[in-house]
């Protein structure tokens, strides 16, 4: 697969301590495009070892808008489905950049290892020194080792350490879209983490055109609804929680947006220092970037201040637990004490809610945020469809339901630029009833 690839699918042997890999076939992407298509056909391939298989989109890491995501495919520990959680920040570009487009891990290590991949080289390293290290030392401990601070860490922390039904996969310091326990599922495999830097570059079929049908959608989006809207905050108003801007106002230092994608949706706030100091706070550990809107909502439902639910956030992140669950089991068991939820997060455990098939994250809300997407039918048909195309392609599962102008027909248009493969909506629709199905 010549282009928009890094041509290449890494295999992963945990038990027998090897990596191989082989050529991305041309014909797997023009039968299931790519992103979640593919991570399920892989998973489906190597079921028997019970893999976690990680992967791009196709339009994962270009320009068109909001390209940033990729997915973590595996049978979750927690529902027994097969599964995708999104990855996001700068990481899901980097597995590309760094060589592969997929790379299935399968197999159980007898001792703690981490996965190393960077351009075009992956190394299983051993991981005894970080084992029992939270999020935050680990991700610092694997930059500071391997020499590079721009390195995207997918790590877990004590929970997953633990098998801890609400472990989750975290994104460098920080919470991630992992509702399904894949943090236990690394910890199951002696896998602390997956450390990806690349600086590989992506070929196009036809970069001029490309380029100007990416700026054309972008164009579009820059007359749409979500154009002047920001962070956490806005996303919660479009849900009915326009309180929350208030609320949270006090602690706001400042926002960020994930690779190339048109809406800043991280607000960060400032916990241990002025939030409206612009200058270096002189602490290490300021703040937390606040991602998870249904871990927000749920503290701020047990009557919590913004601080204490900012301050649990973080602690949920340091020690790789879903914070949404958290949130939502603490409800049920009656608990609205900042100090005890926290005290509890080592043996927390339960049945969480999960939306439709439970088969997409709903870190995503379930629901149109800014735009007009003129839905005809049930809304939690449209939301799994939604992510279903979102995953596929690679494109920030947020965002896609805040952007009408993200349509299934530019995202094929591009496709065919960019890959000269006949993808159209007969192939589109296969891939999505598989996936839904």
Same mark, same amino acid.
């Given at each position: 697969?010549?282009?928009?690839?890094?041509?290449?699918?890494?295999?992963?042997?945990?038990?027998?301590?090897?990596?191989?890999?082989?050529?991305?076939?041309?014909?797997?992407?023009?039968?299931?495009?790519?992103?979640?298509?593919?991570?399920?056909?892989?998973?489906?391939?190597?079921?028997?070892?019970?893999?976690?298989?990680?992967?791009?989109?196709?339009?994962?890491?270009?320009?068109?808008?909001?390209?940033?995501?990729?997915?973590?495919?595996?049978?979750?520990?927690?529902?027994?489905?097969?599964?995708?959680?999104?990855?996001?920040?700068?990481?899901?570009?980097?597995?590309?950049?760094?060589?592969?487009?997929?790379?299935?891990?399968?197999?159980?290590?007898?001792?703690?290892?981490?996965?190393?991949?960077?351009?075009?080289?992956?190394?299983?390293?051993?991981?005894?020194?970080?084992?029992?290290?939270?999020?935050?030392?680990?991700?610092?401990?694997?930059?500071?080792?391997?020499?590079?601070?721009?390195?995207?860490?997918?790590?877990?922390?004590?929970?997953?350490?633990?098998?801890?039904?609400?472990?989750?996969?975290?994104?460098?310091?920080?919470?991630?879209?992992?509702?399904?326990?894949?943090?236990?599922?690394?910890?199951?495999?002696?896998?602390?983490?997956?450390?990806?830097?690349?600086?590989?570059? !992506?070929?196009? #079929?036809?970069?001029?055109?490309? &380029? +100007? /049908? *990416?700026?054309?959608?972008?164009? @579009?989006? =820059?007359? $749409?609804?979500?154009?002047?809207?920001?962070?956490?905050?806005?996303?919660?108003?479009?849900?009915?929680?326009?309180?929350?801007?208030?609320?949270?106002?006090?602690?706001?230092?400042?926002?960020?947006?994930?690779?190339?994608?048109?809406?800043?949706?991280?607000?960060?706030?400032?916990?241990?220092?002025?939030?409206?100091?612009?200058?270096?706070?002189?602490?290490?550990?300021?703040?937390?970037?606040?991602?998870?809107?249904?871990?927000?909502?749920?503290?701020?439902?047990?009557?919590?201040?913004?601080?204490?639910?900012?301050? !649990?956030?973080? #602690?949920?992140?340091?020690?790789? &637990? +879903? /914070? *949404?669950?958290?949130?939502?089991? @603490?409800? =049920?068991? $009656?608990?609205?004490?900042?100090?005890?939820?926290?005290?509890?997060?080592?043996?927390?455990?339960?049945?969480?809610?999960?939306?439709?098939?439970?088969?997409?994250?709903?870190?995503?809300?379930?629901?149109?945020?800014?735009?007009?997407?003129?839905?005809?039918?049930?809304?939690?048909?449209?939301?799994?469809?939604?992510?279903?195309?979102?995953?596929?392609?690679?494109?920030?599962?947020?965002?896609?339901?805040?952007?009408?102008?993200?349509?299934?027909?530019?995202?094929?248009?591009?496709?065919?630029?960019?890959?000269?493969?006949?993808?159209?909506?007969?192939?589109?629709?296969? &891939?999505?009833?598989?996936?839904?199905?």
């Amino acid at each position: 697969m010549e282009y928009l690839s890094s041509e290449r699918i890494l295999i992963v042997d945990l038990e027998a301590g090897e990596v191989s890999e082989y050529d991305l076939d041309e014909d797997l992407v023009a039968e299931k495009i790519g992103g979640a298509g593919i991570t399920k056909a892989l998973y489906e391939q190597y079921q028997e070892d019970e893999p976690i298989v990680l992967g791009a989109g196709l339009l994962t890491g270009t320009l068109y808008p909001a390209s940033s995501l990729a997915v973590i495919t595996a049978r979750s520990p927690v529902t027994g489905k097969v599964c995708h959680a999104p990855v996001t920040y700068h990481a899901g570009i980097e597995l590309k950049y760094a060589g592969f487009d997929y790379a299935v891990i399968k197999g159980r290590s007898d001792k703690p290892v981490y996965l190393w991949i960077h351009d075009g080289v992956a190394d299983i390293s051993d991981a005894s020194e970080l084992w029992g290290k939270n999020l935050w030392q680990t991700t610092d401990a694997l930059r500071r080792t391997l020499g590079d601070d721009l390195i995207q860490v997918l790590a877990v922390g004590p929970a997953g350490e633990g098998g801890s039904d609400i472990a989750q996969v975290g994104v460098n310091y920080w919470s991630s879209g992992d509702r399904f326990g894949f943090g236990k599922l690394f910890g199951q495999k002696n896998l602390k983490g997956i450390a990806l830097r690349g600086m590989g570059l !992506l070929e196009i #079929a036809d970069p001029e055109a490309f &380029v +100007d /049908a *990416a700026f054309e959608v972008l164009s @579009s989006i =820059k007359n $749409g609804a979500s154009v002047g809207k920001k962070g956490v905050e806005d996303i919660c108003a479009a849900l009915g929680e326009g309180d929350v801007k208030d609320w949270l106002a006090p602690l706001v230092h400042r926002y960020s947006a994930c690779y190339n994608t048109p809406y800043p949706s991280h607000t960060f706030v400032f916990l241990d220092a002025d939030p409206k100091k612009r200058t270096d706070p002189g602490t290490d550990e300021p703040g937390f970037r606040v991602t998870d809107v249904e871990a927000l909502l749920g503290f701020k439902k047990l009557g919590l201040s913004a601080e204490a639910a900012c301050r !649990l956030m973080k #602690a949920c992140a340091k020690q790789g &637990v +879903d /914070a *949404a669950a958290v949130a939502e089991l @603490s409800g =049920k068991a $009656g608990k609205t004490d900042a100090a005890a939820i926290e005290a509890s997060l080592s043996s927390l455990t339960g049945t969480v809610f999960l939306p439709g098939r439970g088969i997409f994250s709903p870190w995503s809300p379930q629901q149109p945020l800014f735009g007009d997407f003129s839905i005809s039918g049930d809304k939690g048909e449209w939301w799994e469809r939604r992510m279903a195309v979102a995953y596929v392609f690679g494109i920030h599962p947020i965002f896609a339901v805040m952007a009408p102008e993200l349509t299934e027909e530019n995202l094929l248009e591009m496709s065919r630029i960019g890959t000269e493969l006949e993808l159209d909506r007969e192939v589109l629709d296969i &891939v999505v009833g598989d996936l839904l199905s």
